[in-house]
């Protein structure tokens, strides 16, 4: 597996593609986005990590600044821009409720989402999917990213696969905020 990642280690899908840059999901950058497990643009430790990776496979502990007033749900998308695919992969897609501030470790995990919590499809399946880079492809940048919707998303959009689910977000982003993972094999 180390060769296919050396040779598509220039392949990448890119960090223009992922939510943070869809005009729909644009807003005030004023949400502050931090994990107790790892710092901004710092390696995430291997607990977070898939189990093909030889991780946990447990979502991190992560902690945001309160929504603004008129916040409906809290959107969280956490994506891997660096896969050598046309776009990035959604691990994780999650409708938080916009009084919460905070999820423990665990919080997303598929059979036991912290309470608040709504867990929807993802690339991958439901719940939380850590990173399980190609090994000897370098080093990847996992992007949670943490929404204010200013209107809640109906069933359809509940139900839609993670593309469908961001390009149906219509009402104003109130808020966001980002945090970013490295993870290497």
Do not use: C
């Not at 597996?1 to 960090?15: D, F, Q, S, V, Y």
């Not at 990035?88 to 470790?105: F, M, N, W, Y």
């Not at 598929?110 to 080093?139: D, Q």
């Amino acid at each position: 597996m180390a060769i296919m990642g050396r040779l598509l280690k220039n392949k990448r899908a890119g960090e223009e593609r992922i939510a943070w840059h869809r005009p729909n999901l644009g807003g005030p950058d004023t949400l502050e986005l931090t994990s107790e497990a790892f710092a901004h643009e710092a390696p995430m430790p291997l607990a977070h990590a898939g189990r093909r990776a030889g991780g946990d496979n447990t979502s991190p502990s992560l902690a945001w600044s309160p929504a603004p007033e008129g916040t409906a749900q809290l959107l969280l998308v956490f994506e891997d821009p660096d896969v050598p695919m046309p776009a990035p992969a959604v691990h994780t897609v999650a409708l938080i409720d916009p009084k919460l501030t905070a999820l423990p470790t665990g919080g997303l995990d598929k059979n036991s989402p912290a309470p608040g919590v709504r867990l929807l499809r993802s690339t991958m399946s439901s719940g939380y999917f850590g990173p399980e880079p190609i090994k000897g492809h370098g080093p990847h940048r996992y992007v949670f990213q943490l929404f204010a919707l200013a209107e809640p998303l109906d069933e359809a959009a509940r139900q839609a696969r993670p593309r469908a689910l961001l390009d149906s977000v219509a009402a104003p982003i109130l808020a966001r905020g980002r945090l970013d993972g490295i993870y290497e094999r």
